[in-house]
């Protein structure tokens, strides 16, 4: 009778260890397809703000980021997530190389 407590003490315990195992690394997988999704969407933006936008060559965002002029004459950068993020003139700084 002991054996057979201990062999279920042990089963139970490779289960948890393995259940808790498959969330982190289901967790791990969860960012890293956020970070790809992210970078994707940043260089498919970037990408179509080229070929669409006009680039403001002297000009660049709060972090040096490259900045577009769109058909209404507004001024963005495209952020980390694929999103452009509208600057008035005022806050653009001289691009740093």
Known sequence: MKNIV???I???GLFAASYSH???VGQDVK?????VGNKTA???SKGASSVVDKKYDGKAGPNNETIFIDKNSAYYYINKKGKRVYVPK?????KVE
């Open 6 to 8: 201990k062999a279920a």
């Open 10 to 12: 042990v089963a139970v």
């Open 22 to 24: 498959a969330q982190s």
């Open 31 to 35: 960012k890293t397809a956020k970070k």
């Open 42 to 44: 940043e260089v498919a």
């Open 90 to 94: 005022e806050q653009l700084r001289d």
